[in-house]
């Protein structure tokens, strides 16, 4: 199997991490965004979205990687996908609570406006508008992931024992949030997760593309929320 894939994208790091965690035969092939191989004919044949990551299995290609992680855990009958019914719903459930809710607020309106210039806003009216939408709403969805998400005894979401494809996936979303500095200190449930998270043997090889991004930001004056964890 091909993965292409870029690991600075939060779409590609959950796949990465799970391949690498549930030790997945496939090849990462890099996809350059910053030159727009993402938009070229041999890339956009695959993936008309001009979206990474794209998954190749032997000719079979699928897009989106909340869809990569579930064929990938079923097809190598991983428990971080379990079979039973409700288990699967209920991890089905936070995936897509991540994708359509977390992300559009948090992603799209509070920290893609402020690093990618295509992301702004047109007027700074606009711009400030989207920023306290994202704020607002952000915080409201962390506080609701940190009091109904993380129901014990486990440390991952949905009491878990061990991670399955969803906390894979939130973590990505939620930790993007650090490249503006947004701090969690208030929230121990996520806080906990987050470092449960980032103690998987795999984290800081699928991260470090990731590390050097968010150093590189360091010192701009984002608009953030949250406190730093103390
Ligand atoms: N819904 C898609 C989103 C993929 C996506 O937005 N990928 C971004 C990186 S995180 C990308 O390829 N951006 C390139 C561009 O905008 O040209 C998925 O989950 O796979």
Redesign the pocket.
Known sequence: MKLYT?PV????RPVMQFCLEANIDCEFIPVD?MKGE??QAAYSSMNP?????TLDDDGFIL????AILKYLAEKSNHPAYPKDLKQRARINELMDWF?TGFYRDYGYNLVYPQLFPHHKRRSDEAHAGALDWGKSKSAGALALLDAHYFPGPGLFLAGFDEPTIADYFGAAIVTLGECIGVGLGEYPNITRWIEAMRARPSWDETYAIFENFKASLAGQPFETLGAVAS
């Open positions: 870029n994208s939060t779409a590609c965004l993402q938009r979205n001009c979206l990474v990551p897009t989106e990687s909340s994708n």
